[in-house]
């Protein structure tokens, strides 16, 4: 089984309609990040959580709201989307840092289309 | 982060060593340089990390500089499933953990 899960793993919606982007882990990882990626481009990062009672704004949060319901589950949604936030979403998890290690595991991915 | 550089592209024949390189000329003494790679559109994959002497593991091999301006990762035998876009980060201390990819390196093995 994959240590960290993304639903779904595709998703088609129109301009206006709220979505929710969920994120699994069985890692125990207390660490939790969710990114977005466009076509040709690196990830940006939309808001991460340390803990449950820990959440941050990342680079590109405007528009993102995220929730971490458990340690292993942090949820992002959209409000009202929009197209330009059409792209592929991956969630991310680590653990606690030992010395400076920043190693984070990935989820599959989930592709949203906005139309 | 630190800024750094990498080629666009490169290309590799199947079975020879892949060198991709990174510059990070404005990394700090105790900034830790990582490599990540990300295979078609799956989820990035942590392949190495290291902050002054080379590191190996089961994956790769990472050559940093003594002035440590720049890094090597070196996929020793590249295979056909080694293509993929390569990510060179060097986290900013105090980032904690907040990882920034650049656009990396697009490396084809070609058979």
């Known amino acids: 089984d994959a240590d960290v899960t993304q639903t779904p793993r595709n998703r088609i919606t129109k301009t206006g309609k709220r979505i929710m982007l969920e994120c699994s882990q069985t890692?125990?990882?207390?660490?939790m990040y969710w990114y977005r990626q466009d076509p040709g481009l690196g990830l940006r990062l939309i808001y991460y959580?340390?803990?449950?009672?820990?959440?941050n704004k990342g680079e590109i949060s405007d528009g993102y709201s995220v929730s971490r319901q458990a340690q292993a589950k942090f949820s992002l949604s959209l409000e009202s989307a929009i197209p330009n936030q059409t792209a592929l979403y991956f969630c991310a998890t680590s653990g606690p840092r030992r010395g400076l290690k920043n190693e984070q595991f990935f989820g599959p991915g989930t592709r949203l289309t906005v139309l | 982060d630190a800024k750094t550089t990498q080629p666009t592209s490169m290309d590799c024949a199947e079975g020879r060593a892949a060198n991709l390189p990174c510059n990070h000329s404005t990394i700090s003494g105790n900034e830790y340089v990582y490599w990540y790679r990300q295979i078609h559109s799956q989820g990035p994959q942590y392949i190495i990390h290291?902050?002054?002497n080379n590191e190996t593991n089961e994956m790769a091999s990472l050559i940093i500089t003594e002035d440590r301006k720049s890094s090597t990762l070196i996929l020793p035998h590249a295979t056909l499933r080694d293509t993929a876009v390569y990510y060179c980060i060097a986290p900013r201390m105090g980032s904690q953990g907040n990882l920034i990819f650049g656009k990396g390196t697009k490396l084809s093995v070609k058979p």
């Open positions: 890692k125990g990882h207390d660490r």
């Open positions: 290291g902050l002054k």
């Open positions: 959580s340390f803990d449950v009672k820990d959440i």
